[in-house]
């Protein structure tokens, strides 16, 4: 759940420095987790269907993707579930 709850705060401060009040914010970004979380689970459908069928050509949810993948979000991702796999590990011997 950590994870989740790092990129809900990270989501909440883009929100706030978009000029939404913080309820606000977090209200939406937990709204917009739920929905996508029902969809994932309900749906059966594979991550990357569901982000295409989302995600309008030239739209703000490409430019916002392409944003991320040029910071490298996914690569820190994979990372760091990597770096916590080897604690766990090293925690364990």
Do not use: C, W
């Amino acid at each position: 759940p950590a994870y989740f709850y790092f990129l809900v705060e990270a989501m909440t401060d883009a929100g706030i420095l978009l000029g939404l009040p913080r309820a606000q914010a977090h209200d939406l970004i937990v709204q917009a987790a739920i929905g996508a979380a029902v969809m994932l689970r309900d749906s059966g459908e594979h991550p990357v269907k569901l982000r295409e069928a989302v995600t309008s050509p030239a739209g703000t949810t490409i430019s916002a993707i392409r944003e991320l993948e040029n910071h490298g979000v996914r690569a820190a991702l994979i990372a760091a579930l990597e770096a916590a796999r080897d604690r766990s590990r090293e925690l364990a011997s």
